[in-house]
Every structure is written in structure tokens, then in C-alpha cells.
């Protein structure tokens, strides 16, 4: 019989504890979860649900569960991209060179961030920061991955990080721009060229997701063509 969550070990090595993450849609699943929970070698579980499924998230609640974030999706056609116009902000694909500059601009981008590892009081910020920094540096290694970034007054200005999700569709992962850069609308830029070379390599549609209350990339998301496309709770489930 197949657990109903999966060990991650990549959160368990980062903050020092064992964690188990999975989804769950009706208060049937809750349950069955949090009695696997209190039974298995676990610390932590951590539990995404969508928001239309209510009952499933106040069973959630009741259970000791706490809401972390809620993540938002947006979804759009490539068609809807063009190019960046002229300026002095370079688009170009990010190389080995530039790893020590993209985990800079990611340790500043989220550090006190509003994902559901900052939000959870329990968890080390520093290490909540870092695992930003270490998804960005990984995706350099990764030949799924695509890893643009930005370079601006011969400095590196930010990044966006992207993946085929299936045939037709690539999802954006991972994102910032320097603090010293914002609102240049260099972010607008990043989001353009993966439209682009999505497009290029025979994808129909962009999707990209953050937390609900981060509403400046989803006013970008918007005017380029976006729309929402559905929602998810965060429940953290500690064991003691």
C-alpha cells in the first residue's frame, strides 16, 4: 500500500527535521493523512489543498493544521508575447560564471518572503531563504531547466528560471529582481522572453504561480495576458 505522503528530503536536510509533503481535496484524504501523520516518522507534513475545497480545509484546520500561504496560479497563451523592445537591459540565457551574482539577487529577493516556510514561526528564515537561493542554483544543473537573466549596467539585475511541464505548456518556477533594479520593468522583460522561446519550441501556454498576497508580479502576469487559473491552501501539520 502506497503511503498517502512522500518524504522530502530536500526540506528535511534543510531545516533539520523530517518532512513529508501531499495534497489533499476532500476531508476523506485529511483524514486518512493525518492518521498516517501521527503514526509515521514524521516532524512535519505539509499539505497543499485547493481553496474550492472547503470542508477538506477547515478538516485540515480541526486536525491542528495551520494555513501558511495561499497560492495563487495564473495561466495564458503564448501568442499573447512579443519581444522586448530596445533597452539597456540585456535578456540572455544565465551561465555557470553567473552563479555567485543569481544567488545573490535570489537570497535578496527572498529573504522575509511570503511563502509558507517564512510564514511557519517553527522554521529557521535563514534556512527558509536559502532554499530559495539553492532552487535557483540547482536549476543550473538541471537540463530540464531553463535559466534566464537579466543584465543591466553590466551587472546581473535578475532571473527567471522555467521548465516543459508537458508538450504544450512550460511553467516559470522561480523569480526576482535585485532590490537597486526594481520597477525598471525588467521583470516585464524576463517574463517576455520566456513567453518567446516557450513559443519558439512549440508551447501554447505559460503558467506561473505565487503567493496571493506577492500582487506585484500578478499585475505584470495580467497586462501580459495571464488569467487565473486556480488556487491552492498551504497546511503545515506538526507532529508536536
Known amino acids: 500500500m502506497t503511503d498517502p505522503a512522500a518524504y522530502s528530503a530536500l526540506d528535511s536536510k534543510r531545516f533539520g527535521i523530517r518532512v513529508f509533503r501531499a495534497g489533499a481535496d476532500n476531508v476523506e484524504a485529511v483524514l486518512e493523512l493525518v492518521q498516517f501523520a501521527r503514526s509515521a516518522d514524521l516532524d512535519l507534513l ?15 484546520e480541526r486536525a491542528g493544521g495551520i494555513l501558511t500561504d495561499t497560492l495563487v496560479y495564473y495561466r495564458g497563451p503564448t501568442s499573447s508575447f512579443a519581444p522586448s523592445p530596445a533597452s539597456s537591459t540585456c535578456i ?6 553567473d552563479r555567485a551574482a543569481l544567488e ?37 544543473a538541471d537540463p530540464a531547466s531553463l535559466v534566464l537573466v537579466s543584465e543591466t549596467e553590466g551587472r546581473l539585475s535578475g532571473f527567471l528560471t522555467a521548465r516543459r511541464l508537458e508538450a504544450k505548456t512550460w511553467e516559470i518556477l522561480l523569480n526576482g529582481v535585485a532590490p537597486e533594479f526594481q520597477r525598471r520593468g525588467i521583470y516585464a522583460a524576463l517574463l517576455r522572453e520566456i513567453g518567446c522561446r516557450a513559443r519558439a519550441q ?26 487565473l487559473d486556480h488556487a491552492l491552501y498551504t497546511f503545515h501539520w506538526w507532529k508536536a
Not at 499539505?47 to 470542508?55: I, L, T
Not at 505559460?206 to 495571464?226: C, D, I
Open 46 to 60: 505539509i499539505v497543499r489543498c485547493p481553496v474550492e475545497a472547503v470542508a477538506a480545509a477547515q478538516s485540515l
Open 92 to 97: 540572455r540565457l544565465c551561465q555557470e560564471a
Open 202 to 227: 512549440g508551447a501554447s501556454q505559460v503558467l506561473v504561480s505565487t503567493q496571493l498576497a506577492n500582487l506585484a508580479p500578478q499585475k505584470v502576469w495580467t497586462r501580459a495576458g495571464l488569467e
Open 104 to 140: 545573490g539577487i535570489a537570497r535578496a529577493s527572498f529573504t522575509g518572503f511570503f511563502g509558507h516556510y517564512h510564514a511557519d514561526p517553527r522554521l529557521d528564515p535563514v534556512a527558509a531563504t536559502e532554499g530559495y537561493v539553492q532552487w535557483a542554483s540547482s536549476a543550473l
